[in-house]
């Protein structure tokens, strides 16, 4: 059996980041961080965070543990996905530590959608409209501002004839689908501007998904299923490999897939929430069904 991982499989840049900025304000704050929602979307690592004292609070500024505002000078963690103006200025006016593990490139469209919003343009934000990523963007807009994931989504916002449309991506979303949904944008005749601000690592992920999908017998996709990026690559490797399961943990793996052929090719990616150990954790489980069968490799 042949066991492939893709290179670009577990946490990008702005994870990493996140996650490694939450444990230090933990190491030096102890009992005193509280994150803006799930640092991300992997209930493994917010597990781990909690018993390092680590606590989330909602857009309320409620802590879900104790149910009460954190007391003033608190460190509060602006989660991956990023947030509002609006719920930012509030947690300002908390007097709170406050440090900012905003993905750059979410940032980015923070200060896109602020600038052409200002400018006088409608904003149109092509993603999931109930994602926090996508919730965040859309409170950083000073005017018009409207999100879609599908064609009749787009069919239905009544835009205005004499305003520019400026669209832009959730950093997470299929590329494929992006492109297909600016092009009917366009055919209704509005002046459209298209930003496209999908993450350049999330393009890599979700080509190389699909090429090693191709080219297995089985595909395991590990990840959270609150993960909007791992869903989309969950739809792409099965379009390509019917043979596809979506893994959050190594319970999943052992519940619903009970036999590897021992000549068959195993592809695995993950979301860019999910930890490296999880990812070997599971490669090695699928290598020693193998090892049980046969006493081989």
């Known amino acids: 059996m042949k066991v492939n991982i893709a290179n670009t499989a577990g946490f990008c840049f702005g994870v990493k980041r996140a996650v490694n900025l939450v444990y230090e304000e933990a190491e030096k704050h102890a009992g005193s961080v509280y994150t ?33 505002v954190p007391p003033e000078g608190s460190v509060v963690i602006v989660r991956s996905h990023g947030i509002s103006r609006e719920i930012y200025e509030r947690v300002e006016a908390g007097g709170y530590q406050i440090v900012n593990a905003t993905c750059p490139f979410v940032k980015k469209i923070h200060d896109i959608v602020a600038e052409k919003s200002r400018e006088g343009c409608t904003i149109l934000i092509i993603g999931n409209p109930e994602h926090p990523e996508v919730k965040g963007i859309r409170g950083w807009a000073e005017g018009e501002c409207y999100a879609a994931e599908t064609e009749a989504d787009i069919r239905r916002i009544p835009f205005s004839a004499e305003k520019t449309v400026c669209v832009v991506a959730q950093t997470t979303f299929n590329f494929d689908k992006f492109q297909e949904l600016v092009e009917i944008v366009s055919s209704m005749g509005y002046h459209v501007i298209v930003k496209n601000t999908i993450c350049n690592a999330t393009k890599e ?35 390509q490999c019917v043979n596809t399961y979506y893994i959050q943990k190594l319970d999943d793996l052992e519940n619903e897939v009970t036999n590897f052929p021992s000549d068959s090719c195993v ?31």
């Open 267 to 297: 592809g695995i990616t993950a979301g860019a929430s999910t930890p490296n150990n999880i990812i070997q954790e599971v490669s090695q489980h699928v290598r020693g069904f193998c090892t049980d069968a046969r006493g081989e490799l």
């Open 205 to 239: 992920r979700q080509t190389e998904a699909m090429d090693l999908a191709r080219a297995s017998d089985v595909m395991l996709v590990l990840g959270s299923r609150a993960s909007s990026n791992t869903q989309k690559l969950y739809e792409i490797c099965r379009s």
């Open 36 to 68: 803006m929602g799930p640092i991300i979307h992997n209930e493994t690592v917010v597990d781990d965070l909690r018993k390092h004292g680590v606590r989330v609070i909602g857009d309320d500024l409620i802590c879900e543990d104790t149910g009460k």
